[in-house]
Every structure is written in structure tokens, then in C-alpha cells.
């Protein structure tokens, strides 16, 4: 009987080849154009042997932490992957595609490339430690292994959402941004409020300074996300003024312009799943305008770890480095050192932002608090030692103090 994820690898090789990355030390990404491309197949250098044979070692080595089907779905990944870098390479070279997002295309699949060198690490470091009796260490490497797996799949989804924002329509079709239509009055009130669709622009018009027009949208994502809700304004006349309203009805932010004919946009925080209404009123006189609800995808690739009770803190280990971010002043990161090697430990977070207050909060194993480090200017970095007892566990806490966001390098020596 054939192996089914063995049958893919070549799926995966015939996919990659020419789509790859060239990753560096670090998991950068190198970007390789070659001269005279004239197809996708000619833009990457290869490096789909290096995704295939790390999937082959969790495969070969990680029965006792890695199923057969989670072995598919890697292979599964890695296929999809190379579709979605294949689409993001057309698109490029349809001209529809600008070098900032072609790079992010780039990093999302680099990111998966690491993980699952980083999986396949792992794997031989537990097979090593399985054969040599040392529980401890396959217990705590099975753990990382679970979060890893989780990482990578999260990797491919976004991916995949990104990418179906850039996809070309298929030949026939307006190369128009797709548009969901007109608002369908009567749209006055949040009992009529139109649809808006995610990531589709919706045109509008204040008819008289009396009109209100009502929408409503779903937020998508899984975890929490920041959202942008811009107004296009498509006349002379109009100074819009938005609200935005949250799943209970009550107002979370507003933004406005008393320059007629402005654009205006404001940003907030979505919950996963939850419902959310936009209303577009006029700061004076009337027109027309397009209105487009936008997903950030602003998580990082650990959420979500913001309740340790609910959410399984991620796993850190000693001499590893975790890169991250904070949300929002809401935000809070989990992080969970299954066993401290000795008697204290050093923790450092890099702030990478010139807007994160950063906290970091230790907790011993019963989560109870025995440190809070913290620095209330912005764009500050953290840098302390904390008592510990040898094999006991840890839970490190990150974030903002009293506000801010922003991203961070998590280390813990």
C-alpha cells in the first residue's frame, strides 16, 4: 500500500521547485530574481529538498509525538504553501502585486520553512533523549513539538488568507476590485444595517445630512485582530464622521473630518467570531463614498496564549529566543519554562518597537507571582535574573504597562 504522505513529498518537490526561499542564518529570507525570468518556476531559488527531508525526519523519528495524519498535514502544508507562492508570483508579475507585499508573501512561507526545520529539531533532539531514558526532556520536547505543529498550520492559514486577497480573477472578469454593491437602503438603523463584506469595498451615499447608513460584519479571524474600517470619499461635498460599534451595540471608536471631500479611517481591536456595525453619518453635507472593512492579521503566530487556564501558554526553553507582539493594551502573552536548569535564570526582552511599555511578570508553578519587571518609557528593553529551584516550572508573563503595543524578542538564559 503506497504511503500517503510519502505519495505527496513528490507533489510537494513538483510545487516547490523554483517556488523556494533561500533561507539564512536567522530564518531571513533571500529573494533570488533571475535574470530573464520569464515565468513563475523562474523567480526562487530551490529549497524544496530541505522542506522535504525535515518532514521526512518527523516522520521517520516522531511516531511517539507525531501522527500519521499530522504527518499529512505538514506534507498537505508545505504543498499549499508552494500554491500560494505560486499565486503571489503570478500576481506579481500580472503588475497587480506591489514588492512590500510580494515580501510578505515571502515571509510568511520562510516562517513555516523554520518552523518546520525547527519541528524537525525537535524530533531528533527527543528520539535522542526517548533512547537514552531521559523523560523529562522527551516530555518537554513533545510539548514543544505540539506548539510548533500548531505554529506551522497557523502559518499556512494566514498564508492562504493573504494570498486569497491577491488571487487573480479568472479570465472573463473585471479586474475591478471586487465591490459587494450599493448599501441597500433602507440602512438607517442597526435593526437594517447593510452586510460588509471583509476585505470588500461598499459604496455609499449620504443623501442629505439627515441619512445615517448602517452596516454590519463578522470578524473572520480566530483569535483577536485589529481591523482598519476606512471611507474612500468619492465626492467634493461630503465630511464624514464613522463609528464603530461592538457586538453588544455599544460605540468602541469614532473618527471624523471637517474637511469636505476627506478620507477618514479608524482602527480597533475585534474578537474572534463577534459581530460589529459601522455607521456613517455626516459632519456636514452630503455625497457619495466606499466604505471597506480590512483585517490586519496583526496576531503573532503564538495566539492564542493570553489565558494560561484557557489558553496553553507557550513553551520556552533555556537559550531560546521567542519573537512576538503585543496587540494591544489588552494583550498578554503567556510563556511556560517547563523545567529551570539551575539556580536562577535571566530573562531579557528586546523591545523591537518604539511604542511597547514593556512588564514581565514571573510566576512559579502554582502561578503565583515572585517578580514584575517593567519600564513605562517607550521602546524600552528589559533585562533581569530571577531566583529558581532546578527542575521546577516557571510561567513568564508579557505585557504593556498601562498601554502601548509593539513587537519584542522574548530570551530566557
Request: one cysteine or more.
Amino acid at each position: 500500500m503506497t504511503d500517503p504522505a510519502r505519495a505527496m513529498s513528490g507533489s510537494v518537490k513538483a510545487i516547490l521547485i523554483g517556488l523556494g526561499i533561500v533561507v539564512l542564518a536567522g530564518g531571513a529570507a533571500l529573494v533570488l530574481l533571475k535574470p530573464g525570468a520569464s515565468s513563475c518556476q523562474g523567480v526562487f531559488e530551490q529549497t524544496a529538498p530541505r522542506l522535504e527531508a525535515n518532514i521526512e525526519l518527523i516522520k521517520n523519528k516522531g511516531g511517539f509525538a507525531v501522527s500519521q495524519e499530522k504527518v499529512q498535514e505538514l506534507t498537505e502544508g508545505a504543498q499549499k504553501v508552494g500554491l500560494h507562492l505560486k499565486t503571489c508570483c503570478s500576481v506579481l508579475e500580472g503588475g497587480k502585486l506591489n514588492p512590500d507585499q510580494f515580501q510578505q508573501c515571502i515571509a510568511r512561507a520562510s516562517e513555516y520553512d523554520r518552523q518546520i526545520a525547527e519541528t524537525a529539531r525537535q524530533v531528533d533532539v527527543a528520539a535522542t533523549a526517548q533512547a537514552q531514558g531521559q523523560t523529562a526532556v522527551v516530555e518537554q520536547q513533545k510539548t514543544q513539538i505540539a506548539s510548533g505543529l500548531k505554529s506551522a498550520a497557523s502559518e499556512v492559514t494566514a498564508l492562504g488568507q493573504q494570498v486569497a486577497q491577491l488571487a487573480p480573477k479568472p479570465s472573463g472578469q473585471s479586474d475591478a476590485t471586487p465591490r459587494s454593491g450599493s448599501e441597500g437602503e433602507p440602512n438607517d438603523s442597526k435593526a437594517s444595517a447593510a452586510e460588509l463584506a471583509i476585505n470588500t469595498p461598499t459604496d455609499g451615499e449620504i443623501a442629505s445630512t439627515e441619512d445615517h447608513d448602517n452596516f454590519r460584519f463578522m470578524s473572520g479571524a480566530s483569535v483577536r485582530d485589529r481591523v482598519i474600517v476606512r471611507l474612500e470619499n468619492r465626492s467634493d461635498t461630503l465630511r464624514p464622521y464613522l463609528k464603530v460599534f461592538g457586538p453588544d451595540k455599544a460605540a468602541l471608536q469614532e473618527a471624523y473630518s471637517s474637511t469636505a471631500g476627506a478620507d477618514t479611517e479608524l482602527a480597533f481591536t475585534a474578537q474572534p467570531g463577534k459581530r460589529y456595525y459601522v455607521e456613517v453619518n455626516s459632519f456636514g453635507n452630503s455625497g457619495k463614498y466606499t466604505l471597506t472593512a480590512v483585517p490586519q492579521a496583526a496576531f503573532d503566530r503564538f495566539e492564542p496564549n493570553d489565558d494560561p487556564i484557557h489558553d496553553p501558554p507557550t513553551p520556552i526553553m533555556v537559550g531560546e529566543s521567542i519573537d512576538a507582539n503585543i496587540l494591544d493594551e489588552q494583550d498578554n502573552d503567556w510563556y511556560r519554562l517547563a523545567a529551570a536548569p539551575g539556580t536562577s535564570i535571566r530573562v531579557t526582552l528586546e523591545n523591537r518597537s518604539t511604542t511597547l511599555r514593556p512588564d514581565v511578570v514571573v510566576y512559579d508553578a502554582q502561578r503565583s507571582q515572585i517578580k514584575d519587571n517593567y519600564d513605562s518609557t517607550v521602546g524600552a528593553s528589559l533585562d533581569f535574573s530571577v531566583d529558581t529551584t532546578a527542575g521546577l516550572t516557571y510561567y513568564l508573563q508579557v505585557k504593556p504597562f498601562s498601554s502601548g503595543s509593539g513587537d519584542y524578542r522574548l530570551t530566557v538564559r
